[in-house]
């Protein structure tokens, strides 16, 4: 007889993208493709397309906590992550209900600097992200960004990366990702640095594309979906990023502008997935 809530489970922590291809829409398809059950715990609710974010409404406190509450009274949730946060605010009732309930290892995405430059938090969000939030996280997967902003230093260099990385670790977080796509070279280099000490490079070529809307909340959700089936933080991290990888090189034609990723491609090119998790 199965044993009940048996079926490895995560949660995504986040805001919604109604154009499908990013926040809790992509978490949600990557979980699922990655053999996992997701739920859900929605921040804010976005109107928003591949061309940009039309609109934006963030959920009561009260409707947060109960969400949280919902979660932890009915599945067994064995990892979990946080996306787009809101504001200040809403970085600390997250924080609140981390610290409440036992949702496993938190992969922390530090949704603060899109694309294309622009602040999608507020000073006092991303402080709070700093000071409190990071202290949770197991692994941080930030951008270089949003690296230099956690980290307050610039990244010019491969050395200043892991300078970067190691104050961010410095803040509590575990395992620290720097995700280097924002660079222009021809090859893509993601540092990455353990727990133990222990660093070392994900290199990947750079494919030319406008589509590679959610590539950080797909990888942050294949990591958080690899924890959740019991792999090891260092298979996590390298299984997340052959599925981004897969998932950008393999496009599909959606919408007018800044796409999504093909969150089908790990399996269409692989019928050995749940061996490799």
């Not at 949702?103 to 602040?119: E, I, R, T």
């Not at 104050?167 to 575990?174: C, D, M």
């Not at 280099?189 to 070529?205: C, I, Y």
Request: charge should be negative; hydrophobic fraction near 40%; include cysteine.
């Amino acid at each position: 007889m199965t044993e009940i809530n048996s079926f490895p489970q995560a949660l995504t922590i986040a805001g919604t993208d109604s154009g499908g291809g990013a926040g809790i829409m992509a978490d949600m398809k990557t979980m699922q493709e990655c053999g996992v059950f997701s739920t859900a715990v929605v921040v804010a609710v976005t109107a928003q397309n591949t061309l940009g974010v039309q609109d934006f409404q963030a959920l009561s406190p009260k409707m947060i906590n109960e969400q949280f509450q919902s979660i932890h009274d009915d599945f067994d949730i064995k990892a979990c992550k946080t996306g787009m946060l809101a504001d200040a605010e809403h970085v600390q009732l997250v924080f609140d209900n981390l610290q409440k309930y036992d949702f496993g290892p938190l992969v922390l995405d530090p949704v603060m600097v899109a694309k294309g430059g622009a602040q999608l938090i507020s000073d006092e969000g991303i402080d709070l992200v700093r000071t409190k939030l990071a202290k949770l996280a197991t692994i941080i997967t930030p951008n270089m960004p949003e690296a230099e902003r956690l980290a307050n230093t610039k990244i010019e260099s491969k050395s200043a990366m892991l300078v970067a990385a190691k104050k961010i670790q410095a803040l509590g977080s575990k395992n620290v990702i720097v995700k280097g796509g924002h660079g222009d070279t021809e090859t893509v280099r993601d540092l990455v640095l353990l727990e133990s000490g222990e660093n070392f490079w994900m290199n990947s070529p750079r494919i030319e594309t406008i589509r590679t809307h959610g590539t950080g909340d797909t990888l942050s959700s294949a990591i958080v979906s690899s924890l959740a089936k019991g792999a090891t933080i260092k298979e996590a991290i390298l299984f997340g990023k052959k599925f981004v990888e897969a998932a950008i090189k393999n496009t599909i034609q959606v919408g007018h502008g800044h796409g999504p990723l093909n969150h089908w491609a790990y399996n269409q090119n692989s019928k050995e997935l749940n061996d490799e998790i």
